[in-house]
Structures are given as structure tokens and as C-alpha cells.
């Protein structure tokens, strides 16, 4: 065998892999996680109490199915998602605290 079509023959398999590999991760979809989590409000009206949500995430979107936000769902752009309803959710620690900002109250969840 000639050496450039032994070179074809061997790197051929090791480009198509590699292009497998690389299409994989952009075509299949982000895998949805439901969170739930206890949150204490650290300003505003309640200050003090300790409060409960539920979310998921699916890729970079939010949907509340708990909390002052319930029922709404909003985009997560650089850890920061802004809900209809004028709520501001700040992301952080792997998506694992939440802060909310809400008016002058200012809640911060932690999420399992």
C-alpha cells in the first residue's frame, strides 16, 4: 500500500469520528433539570422568613412553577433571567443559588 493512501485509509475513520463527536453536541437538545429550593428574603417585606421554589431549566430557559414568579418563563442571558412580571433572577454557583430582586425585596435561594 503507498503511503499517502495508507495515511487516507487511517485518518479517514479518525475525521468522520471526530465529526460525529462535534455534530452530537450542538444536535442533540439540553437535558430539562427541576430544581426546588429554600430561599430567605435578606430585604424588603418579610425579611427574615425563609420561602420555598420550585423551577426548571431547560438549555438557557426558565420556567417557575412556584415563587413570586409562578407560571412565567424567561430566557437566562449571562446568568441574569428577567421575567414578565419585572422580577430580575440572577443565577450563580452552577445555577444552584438563585437571588431575586423584586421591587425593594431581595430573596436568595439556594436550589437542589
Known sequence: MKPLLF???ILLPVLCLTSLFSIGW???PA???TLQGR???VSGPGQGSVVQISLTINGNQV???SGPSQGQTAQIQNGVARTPDGNVWQFAQGRRQV???SGNRVIVYVLR
Do not use: P
Open 7 to 9: 495515511k487516507a485509509v
Open 26 to 28: 450542538v444536535a442533540f
Open 31 to 33: 437535558i430539562a433539570q
Open 39 to 41: 430561599g430567605q428574603i
Open 63 to 65: 420556567t417557575f412553577h
Open 99 to 101: 437571588t431575586l430582586y
